[in-house]
């Protein structure tokens, strides 16, 4: 954990989410230097890219000090690996280019349209495949939902809406309201999905005023959040998890598996148990979308399978997650 002299740096009790999210921590030797780990610095990537390192500092406060292998560090620092070229590994891994329907929407899979709502995320996690889509163009930027929300006022087959990015809730809780005005008035969509990251990085986000947007909301609500490790969830996480299921709220966790962090029975299970203990139920564990410069977090499909095999013999089926990866051109996401 971190000693008290990094805390101070680490915490900005009673800070607003906006603060917060400015205050996140962009700079790799401030990042090493508050975890000890100074020596690492010569290892950094001379150039980002185009993808610098963000994080939030209460994120960073979760890690442990002078660890360089720390799971929650390994999602977030550059590494040398990501500037490899290698074959099969593309700029647009899951065919999103070709699923566009309207500015914003995507409507891959029948019954759901998911809206690229914002390009932001309050973390840039090393694997994603945000590092290369210009979802800077694409989103529905600054409240233009009109066109996205025509698209899904004419299809009847939709019956949710998903809000993903980035991360949905980097906009600001007057953005989302006037959203979900549009929508409600569109008889057909029964269900809003929430796609994000932010109550696990940045749980300051799920404050009173989102909440209130979310409890008076006349839909059926699920939020997928996003988290790889159990070291992820502290009480702050805890605390917006429960702020979301009293707001009416189904909570369940998609993760990667990352080579290095979470492959590896036993911390998958702590995994689950973790976010159970939150009220939170695994939905997805992805295999890495093959996006240039995530390489080194790849497991193989065989390992993977052994890993869900021994999670099978050691949980509750309800804490196993299901096994997929996603398929530019499938149907649904592919079961492994
Ligand atoms: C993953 C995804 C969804 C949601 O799929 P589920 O299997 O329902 O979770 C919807 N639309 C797109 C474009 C997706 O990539
Ligand atoms: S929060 Fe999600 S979308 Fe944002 S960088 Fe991380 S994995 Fe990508």
Redesign the pocket.
């Given at each position: 954990m971190i000693t008290a002299s990094h805390a101070a740096r680490l915490s900005l009790p009673g800070a607003d989410w906006r603060t917060l999210w400015r205050e996140a921590i962009t700079d790799a030797r401030e990042l090493l230097t508050l975890l000890g780990l100074e020596q690492l610095a010569h290892e950094l990537p001379t150039e980002d890219a185009g993808f610098s390192l963000r994080v939030p500092r209460g994120f960073v406060a979760r890690m442990r000090h002078g660890d360089a292998r720390d799971p929650l560090l390994l999602q977030v620092l550059p590494q040398l690996a990501e500037t490899q070229q290698l074959a099969g590994f593309s700029m647009d891994a899951?065919g999103?280019m070709a699923?566009r329907s309207a500015k914003g929407v995507?409507?891959?899979?029948q019954g759901?349209?998911?809206l690229i709502a914002s390009g932001s995320c309050a973390v840039n996690c090393r694997y994603c495949f945000r590092r290369h889509f210009p979802y800077g163009e694409e989103m529905a930027a600054a409240g233009q939902w009109c066109e996205a929300l025509e698209h899904v006022r004419q299809d009847a087959s939709i019956s949710?809406l998903?809000l993903?990015g980035g991360d949905p809730l980097a906009l600001a809780t007057g953005k989302l309201e006037e959203l979900s005005r549009g929508l409600l008035e569109i008889p057909h969509v029964a269900r809003l999905?929430i796609h994000t990251r932010l109550p696990v990085v940045l749980p300051e986000r799920i404050d009173t005023a989102f909440i209130d947007w979310l409890k008076a909301l006349p839909l059926q609500k699920v939020v997928?959040l996003h988290a790889n490790h159990a070291h992820e969830f502290d009480s702050g996480v805890d605390e917006a998890c429960a702020r979301l299921r009293e707001a009416g709220a189904t909570l369940l966790n998609?993760a990667v598996l990352l080579k290095g962090i979470n492959d590896d029975a036993d911390k998958l299970i702590a995994l689950s148990e973790r976010m159970f203990a939150a009220g939170v139920l695994p939905?997805?564990l992805h295999q890495l979308d093959r996006v240039q410069g995530a390489a080194h977090f790849e497991v193989s499909d065989a390992q993977a399978q052994s890993l869900i095999e021994q999670l099978r013999g050691r949980l509750p089926g309800y804490l196993v997650p299901k096994l997929?990866r996603?398929v530019g051109g499938d149907p649904?996401?592919r079961p492994l």
């Open positions: 899951v999103d699923a995507l409507h891959k899979y759901r349209a998911l949710e998903i993903s999905r997928v998609q939905y997805y997929v996603e649904s996401k």
